[in-house]
C-alpha cells in the first residue's frame, strides 16, 4: 500500500517506537493521529508533525472508538494501523513478598493484550467499511508489536510474555480474518530497543544488554522499527506473520 497520502493511526505514538514510526510516516506524505495516555507527550510529538493528538487509553472501548471518531473527522479514515502502546513488567511468581498480586498479571494483560486487541477490532470494523485503494485490493493494514519475551522470556517476565505471546498468536487468526475485506496483519517482535522504556537503566546495564545481541552489537534504534512498519505497507505479500527485529538475540533465562 502507498503511504503517501495515507491517513496512520500510532498508538504509543508519544514516546519510543510509536514517536520513531509517527515521524518516519509523516515524512514519507502519510498524516498522523497519535493516540497515548500520555496527553503532554503526545501533543508535543504531534505538534512536532503537525499530526493530530489525541488522549486514548487502549484498553477502554469508549476512548478508542472516540480516537477512532476523530481521526476519521480530522484526518480522513485510518488505512494504517501501528499497535505501539504497551507497558513493561518484570516480577517473579514468587519472592519474599509472596505470590504476585493476579491484579498485576491483569493489568499487564489488560494494557499490552486486551488494549492491542481493542484497537485491532474497531480498526477492522471501521476499515471494512472503506473503498480498496488498489489494484491488490487492499483496504488497510494493521501492525502490532509484540516481543521476543513472546518466544524466549526470562524469569521474570511471566506477565509480560503471556501477553506479548497472546499478541503472537492472535496474528495469523486476525489475517486470515482481514483476508475478505483486503486487510493484512502483522507483528513486530523487536529484541531490545533503546527507548524511554529503557531510560531508568545504568548505562553499566545497558551495555550488558548490548553484548548479548550477536551483531549489530548494540541495542536498536526506535528508527529501525519504523523502517521495517514502512516495508509491511508498502509490501502486499507481508501477512499473518511475526517478524523478529533483534540482531539474533535470544534471551537467556535470567
Ligand atoms: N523497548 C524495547 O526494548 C521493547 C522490546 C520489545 C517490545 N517492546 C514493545 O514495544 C512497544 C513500544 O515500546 P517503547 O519501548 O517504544 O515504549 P515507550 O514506553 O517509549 O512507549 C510506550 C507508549 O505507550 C503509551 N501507553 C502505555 N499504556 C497505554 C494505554 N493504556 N493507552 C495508550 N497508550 C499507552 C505510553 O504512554 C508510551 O507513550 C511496547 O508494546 C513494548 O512492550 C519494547
Redesign the pocket.
Known amino acids: 500500500m502507498e503511504i503517501k497520502n495515507c491517513v496512520a493511526m500510532i ?9 520513531a514510526t509517527a515521524k518516519l510516516l509523516s515524512t514519507l506524505g502519510a498524516q498522523v493521529a497519535l ?4 496527553k503532554d ?2 501533543q508535543k510529538i504531534a505538534d512536532e508533525l503537525n499530526g493530530c493528538a489525541i488522549h ?4 477502554s472501548p469508549e476512548s478508542v472508538e472516540k480516537a477512532i471518531t476523530e481521526t476519521t473527522n480530522r484526518l480522513g479514515a485510518a488505512r494504517i494501523i501501528v ?6 513488567h518484570g516480577r517473579r511468581m514468587i519472592n519474599r513478598e509472596g505470590p504476585m498480586p493476579l491484579d498485576e498479571f491483569r493489568r499487564v494483560i489488560e ?2 493484550l486486551i ?1 492491542t486487541f481493542n484497537v485491532m477490532r474497531l480498526a477492522t470494523a471501521s476499515l471494512s467499511t472503506l473503498s480498496t485503494v488498489n489494484d491488490t485490493g487492499e483496504r488497510g493494514v494493521i501492525i502490532n ?5 513472546a518466544f524466549e522470556g526470562q524469569i521474570g517476565q511471566t506477565a ?1 510474555s503471556a501477553s ?1 505471546g497472546g499478541i503472537v498468536g492472535m496474528t495469523l487468526p486476525a489475517a486470515r480474518e482481514g483476508a475478505q475485506f483486503g486487510i493484512r496483519v502483522m507483528t513486530i ?10 531510560a531508568k537503566i545504568s548505562d553499566e546495564a545497558r551495555a550488558a544488554l548490548a553484548v548479548s545481541v550477536p551483531f549489530p552489537q548494540r ?2 534504534k ?1 528508527d529501525e522499527f519504523a523502517m521495517l512498519v514502512r516495508q509491511i505497507i508498502e509490501n502486499p505479500m507481508l501477512n499473518g506473520s511475526v517478524i523478529r527485529l533483534d540482531g539474533a538475540l535470544r534471551m537467556q533465562p535470567k
Open positions: 498508538t504509543g505514538g508519544a514516546s519510543g517506537m510509536g514517536a493516540l497515548d495516555v500520555n507527550a503526545v486514548c487509553d487502549v484498553t499497535n505501539c502502546a504497551g507497558i513493561v494494557v499490552n488494549g508489536t509484540a516481543s521476543v519475551a509480560y506479548k517482535a523487536p529484541g531490545l530497543v533503546d527507548t524511554p522504556m529503557f541495542l536498536a526506535p
